[in-house]
């Protein structure tokens, strides 16, 4: 069986593209994988056009070596956009040898540890505005208020899920927080936090742990929005609230490391890292609680590596999962083989036509994902549905 042909997708998800590669194989069996970047879609897919001469002929079996070479070839350009392209070749090749010899990929990273996955909402409740700010949601009404968020988390409660994450959100009716409808935050800051952000915060988290009851897990994603001083007083402001987690990203380890050290709050990154090296020097100066890991930056056989490095050090991982409903049986795939997995994420609310794009849509009951038996990753892509929802080039 030898590679034929390599063909890129950028589809619309909504609030930010979707970048899938489909490998042919001169046997007929096709694999495909998720290299989605929310900033740069189609730099990743001329990446992908770039490496493709070279996997042409390619037995896909020898994902190993194909990986390493696509790295190589990417020595002189080293950076996100190479790898989110390496990485959706990778995850392709799996889905290739699990078709081929009849085993779902969790089979092919060592086997299955468990047979459902606990979830947590994403986006839970920031989704749903950048839904409607589109049109796209379904007839759910926006949160504009802390009212409106009320309503909102007692539907969370309901829903099953026992862990959600949210965004900063700015809604009317918080007294000395933030005005409605105003920016998260302006792209170049200090990185320090205002009092009306903490305000606005506060209320926020306080209002899902008053409605969704103290069993509820919270998590609070604020990205790359604070620095050092900014992420210390947001997460010790957090501690009465008992949080899953705060997510602050940070380019220095030893930064995050003395956010950590300064709180009771659990620290969570990793959504913006690639490669073994990249996590290292965070897990050497235990810099976090949890290790978030981005399977559409790093594939399948980086991402093993890198859970594998995460349990050396003793630390939970919990992937990154907020891009293509393809990235979900991805993720599955390494969960279901890892260790030291906590819980992954995922998106209850998006695009209406999320479903219409795989063959098999995510089995999910009560909060929990199933974890799929068939083989390869378990779903197919409808490549007339990819190419009915593209997302806009230009």
């Not at 069986?1 to 619309?12: A, D, G, L, R």
């Not at 919270?218 to 997460?235: E, K, M, N, Q």
């Not at 068939?374 to 997302?391: H, N, S």
Request: hydrophobic share 40%; aromatic share 10%; proline share 5%.
């Amino acid at each position: 069986m030898k590679i034929s042909e390599i063909k890129t997708f950028v589809v619309n998800g909504g609030f930010r593209p979707w970048t899938f590669v489909k490998i042919e194989t001169d046997e007929g069996v096709v694999g495909w994988g998720d290299a989605s970047d929310w900033e740069a879609s189609f730099a990743t897919c001329k990446v992908i056009d770039f490496l493709k001469p070279f996997l042409i002929g390619l037995d896909p079996f020898n994902i190993e070596a194909i990986f390493w070479q696509n790295v190589n070839k990417c020595n002189r350009s080293v950076g996100g956009i190479a790898w989110k392209a390496i990485a959706g070749i990778d995850t392709a090749l799996y889905d290739i040898k699990g078709k081929v010899l009849g085993v779902p990929v969790w089979q092919l990273l060592g086997g299955k540890i468990r047979d459902r996955l606990r979830l947590y909402w994403t986006h839970c409740g920031t989704g749903r505005n950048l839904l409607a700010d589109r049109g796209l949601s379904e007839g759910r009404p926006a949160i504009r208020s802390l009212d409106d968020l009320r309503g909102f988390a007692a539907e969370v409660r309901q829903s099953g899920y026992t862990a959600l994450k949210t965004n900063i959100m700015t809604l009317s009716g918080i007294a000395g927080g933030m005005p409605a409808g105003s920016p998260e935050k302006a792209k170049i800051t200090s990185g320090m936090i205002s009092r009306q952000e903490l305000k606005t915060i506060e209320s926020v988290i306080a209002t899902f742990r008053d409605i969704c009851g103290p069993e509820m897990e919270i998590a609070l994603d604020t990205g790359f929005t604070y620095r050092l001083g900014g992420a210390i007083r947001l997460a010790r402001s957090l501690e009465p609230y008992d949080m899953m987690w705060l997510e602050a990203e940070s380019f220095d380890p030893g930064a995050l490391q003395v956010v950590r050290q300064s709180t009771r709050t659990p620290i969570v990154h990793g959504e913006s890292i690639y490669g073994v090296h990249g996590y290292r020097p965070y897990l050497e100066r235990y810099a976090q609680d949890v290790l978030m890991i981005d399977l559409a930056w790093n594939g399948l056989t980086m991402g093993k590596k890198i859970a594998d490095l995460a349990a050396a050090y003793d630390v939970p991982v919990s992937p990154h999962n907020c891009h293509s409903p393809l990235t979900t049986f991805v993720a599955a795939s390494l969960c279901a083989a890892t260790a030291n997995f906590f819980i992954l994420e995922t998106d209850v609310e998006d695009v209406p036509w999320r479903d219409d794009i795989i063959t098999e849509p995510a089995d999910i009951r009560n909060g929990y994902l199933m974890v799929s038996d068939k083989p390869g990753l378990g779903t197919e892509l409808v490549e007339d549905a990819l190419i009915r929802y593209a997302w806009p080039a230009g």
